[in-house]
Structure formats: structure tokens, C-alpha cells
């Protein structure tokens, strides 16, 4: 078995080969590799005794799966009305300007950052808001937005 396969491996020897545990089978696969791989995930069906389109099915309907690689920082911004009326393209822009990110690109290069633009982020007394790794940030600007971001890379250059 090439070693790329080893965490999966163990990881469905955790939950005995159950089928029927999916769901958190895929999420601790997730935090193994950081997103769930086209061949990982065929893999688990075939170990599982289930067709891949049951897994792919699972893992492209719940939103917290990813199918393609993340970032180590995920950056969400919410575009929900609240925010949306109190300017989170705005913020949305300047991420994607200070991330350098490409139309349809989420995910720097270097996949340190993903941005993740949300319909709703449950702090709308709080808009425009941004999430960074977990932190709610509220009533934020664009120049806020780029702070947040140059507060990450200070964090990650020591």
C-alpha cells in the first residue's frame, strides 16, 4: 500500500470498515489530508464495500467537506443581505486583491489562505462581518479586511 493511503487506512481500521459511519470517517479523513482527494475517496468506497458515488455524493453535498485543497487559514466573508447592503464586495475585492487571488480561485498558491465567500455567517448585528480561522470579526472595512490578512502572514513569518 503506497504510504499516501496509510492515514485512511488506519482511519477506517478506527471506525472497523463501517459503512454506516461515513460521515465521520470522511471528516477525520478531511483533517488527515485538509480536504478529501478524488483517490482517497475511491479508496474508502472500495474498503467500505460502497459504490464512489455514495462517498462522492456525501462529500459534495455537506458543505463542510472539501473536495479541492484548503488553505491553512480559511478567511469566510459573509455575503448575506445584512452584509451585503453594508458593503462585504468591498471586502470580498480587497481579499482577493491582497491574497492575489484569480477569478474563481479560493486558494493561494502557496495554499496558505482560502477565502470562502458564505450567504450568512449568523452575526448580522455585526456587518459586514469576516471570519479568520474561526475569529468573528465585525463591522469590517476593506483596509480592516487587509490587516486582518498582514496579522496572519506577521503571525507566520516568525
Known amino acids: 500500500m503506497p504510504d499516501r493511503f496509510k492515514p485512511a487506512a488506519q482511519i477506517l481500521k478506527d471506525y472497523n470498515y463501517d459503512s454506516a459511519k461515513?460521515?465521520?470517517i470522511l471528516q477525520k479523513v478531511?483533517?488527515?489530508?485538509?480536504f478529501l482527494p478524488e483517490d482517497i475517496m475511491r479508496f474508502i468506497a472500495n474498503e467500505?464495500?460502497?459504490?464512489?458515488?455514495?462517498?462522492?455524493g456525501v462529500?459534495?453535498?455537506?458543505?463542510?467537506?472539501?473536495?479541492?485543497?484548503?488553505g491553512k487559514h480559511i478567511v469566510r466573508v459573509c455575503n448575506g443581505t445584512a452584509?451585503?447592503?453594508?458593503?462585504s464586495a468591498g471586502i470580498i475585492e480587497a481579499v482577493k486583491k491582497k491574497l492575489k487571488l484569480?477569478?474563481?480561485?479560493?486558494?493561494?498558491?502557496?495554499?496558505?489562505?482560502?477565502l470562502e465567500c458564505v450567504s450568512c455567517l449568523?452575526?448580522?448585528?455585526?456587518?459586514?462581518?469576516?471570519?479568520?480561522?474561526?475569529?468573528?470579526?465585525?463591522q469590517v472595512t476593506p483596509a480592516k479586511a487587509e490587516e486582518l490578512?498582514?496579522?496572519?502572514l506577521k503571525a507566520e513569518a516568525k
Open 22 to 24: 461515513l460521515i465521520p
Open 102 to 114: 484569480k477569478d474563481g480561485q479560493e486558494t493561494t498558491e502557496d495554499l496558505l489562505f482560502t
Open 122 to 138: 449568523g452575526a448580522c448585528g455585526l456587518a459586514p462581518v469576516m471570519v479568520v480561522d474561526d475569529i468573528v470579526h465585525g
Open 48 to 56: 467500505l464495500k460502497i459504490s464512489p458515488a455514495k462517498v462522492f
Open 83 to 87: 452584509c451585503h447592503v453594508k458593503g
Open 59 to 70: 462529500a459534495t453535498f455537506f458543505a463542510h467537506f472539501a473536495i479541492t485543497p484548503k
Open 30 to 34: 478531511q483533517d488527515a489530508y485538509h
Open 149 to 152: 490578512i498582514d496579522e496572519v
